[in-house]
């Protein structure tokens, strides 16, 4: 690619302005351009974004000073209530909020602490109302996505917070927290495509992240994703490189997709460090040995393999019935 050209012209002695040149066809001043260009169209929608700093409202002295000073300013009040809400002072806040929409009707800071003092009583109906308002009112934004998500789950409407939780990932998908909730939606859902690309999504966004790897993997090869399982595989031995598991997968990927030799080292591995469940080794390695023609050691396999675990008698008869 572009890159690669580039590193050799460097490599070469070229300089960064003859390198764009020579490469991209573009001088310095326009590679520039269109980076700027190209990153205000990426980044451009936070510059709208609602998304309240409630870590600036800790003061909650200050506030009500301000807001004794100035009992008519919205902004004053609303600032109390998220203040109060920082306390945990529901009740203040709450009336705070309600004072500064007395005021100001369409404010959004007020809303959006009215909807956080419902969604901590558990009114997930309020919470939406409010946090709606704030969207009618022309605002976005990850957080307000995403607490519509968390109020439409609080109120027993998976559907709705999956739709939410999928407009907070088009607003920014490289924030976890709106696909960890979608991983949940997913399991209340029944929805196993959701898990995967949510849990793609997860394992993209953190490469050290165990859990989300191997969770990722098994489902991918539940699903017989066999070139999918090889790439996860292999990324998830480099943060887990004595997991039995990811060794059985990779090896049953590498099977399916011909590579009998690599299959067959990395399911000696998955015994070699102890899965738990010997008897599914020895039938991949059977597999393995059927798919080379070589029935003689895949009938030893499966003898060990029974041996180990009877209950697996069915799944050696069809794997060798012809």
Partial sequence: GAVRRLLIAFGEGQKL????????????????????????QRLGKFDTEF??????????????????????????????????????HLKLAERAAQ??????????????????????????????????????????????????????????DPEAAAEQAEAAVRFDPDRSEAHKLLLELAAKMGDETLALRALGALADLDQHDTLVHVTYL??????????????????ALYIAPENPGVHLHLGEAYVETGEFERGLGELDRALTLGYSQPGLVRLARARAFLLRH???????????????????DSRARSLISP
């Fill in 99 to 156: 004072s500064a929409l007395q005021l100001a009707p369409r404010h959004r800071l007020a809303q959006f602490a009215l909807a956080r003092v419902a969604l901590a009583r558990g009114d997930a109906r309020k919470a939406e109302r409010c946090l709606r308002g704030i969207l009618e009112s022309g605002a976005d934004g990850y957080v307000l996505r995403l607490l519509l998500a968390r109020g439409a789950l609080a109120g027993g």
């Fill in 51 to 88: 998304a309240p700093d409630l870590a600036a409202y800790g003061d909650v002295a200050a506030a009500r000073t301000l807001a004794a000073q100035k009992a008519r300013d919205p902004d004053a009040l609303a600032s109390l209530a998220l203040s109060e809400l920082n306390a945990e």
């Fill in 218 to 235: 098994a489902l991918l090869r539940k699903n017989r994703d066999w070139p999918r399982v090889i790439r996860e595989a292999e990324t």
């Fill in 294 to 312: 070589d029935r003689e050691s895949a009938l030893r396999d499966l003898k060990l393999a029974l041996a180990t675990d009877p209950t697996l």
């Fill in 17 to 40: 302005e003859v390198a764009s040149r020579a490469v991209l066809g573009v001088t310095l001043e326009q590679l520039d351009e269109g980076l700027h260009a190209s990153l205000a």
